[in-house]
Structures are given as C-alpha cells and as structure tokens.
C-alpha cells in the first residue's frame, strides 16, 4: 500500500492539530481549579483576599496563555492540511 507524501503530512497534520486542542481542554481545567480553590480561600480567610485574588489572575492568565497557544498551533495545523489539498 503506497502512500504518498502529501497524504501522509495531511493526516500527520491532523493528529497534530487534535493533540494540540488537549491543551484548550486543559486551559479550562486548570483556571476552574484555580478559581475553585480561590473561592475557598477566600472563604477560609477573607482578610486575604486580595492577595489570594491577585495571585489567582497572575495564574489564570498564565493557564489561558498555554491554551491560547494551544488553539493556535491547532489552527495552523489545520491551515496546512487546507495548502495541501
């Protein structure tokens, strides 16, 4: 069974762009948990929220950040499988 390149960098391509959209998923996951354990501690110690807030957009934007980069590679993925066929 021949394949050809073209084919074969398309599918390659594919199966990149599907890996690369995990870390949208995981973007999600991590800024739940960190709000989710936010929340907590404000409740816990609500003379420290300030704080606790400040520390938790700083790690927001960072888990944000990866999937946004994530998103990208996907999407350039998914325009090199449209060059090629």
Known sequence: MNISSEAFVAGMC???AGIASLACIGGGIGTG???AKAVEGVARQPE?????????IVGSALSEATAI???L???????RIGNLI
């Open 33 to 35: 948990n960190a709000t």
């Open 14 to 16: 594919a199966i990149g």
């Open 69 to 71: 980069y994530g998103f």
């Open 73 to 79: 590679i996907g999407i350039l993925l998914v325009l």
């Open 48 to 56: 420290a929220s300030g704080k606790i807030m400040s520390t938790m």
